[in-house]
């Protein structure tokens, strides 16, 4: 559904270069899954799935609007709505967001490079580490030494 997933993104060996269907089907409801049909990693992925090599590479952007459950999302929102307006108050709307979309970004980056493979990951809390380093950098630049 557009989670970041490193198989749908990139090349990873013993991963992506198998040609066979091994991949439970995501509309399987037997249980386990693994006893009902099997699909390749292309259909897992979706998106019109791809030819070759994964190359979807706007799941890097798209996890930033989903996310895992409503718990997931209501603390998310919760940082968001007591920390986020007010910084969004003190330094505008376009700076917000100049901070806001690109740590949510380069947080999904990072978790392509450096989590496990097969490990899919939502939410915007890549944004919001963003926002709230981006508060304790204007907290320290605030506080004049005594």
Known sequence: MGARFDACMH?????????????????NTSNPPSNGPLCSLSDICGFGGFTGTPNQWYRIIVPIFLHAGVLHILFNLLVQLRLGADVEKDIGTIRFMLVYFPSGIMGFILGANFAGNGVASTGCSGSLFGIIALVLLVQSLSISPS
């Open 11 to 27: 090349a990873i060996p013993g991963i992506t270069d198998i040609t066979s269907n091994i991949w439970p089907c995501l509309n």
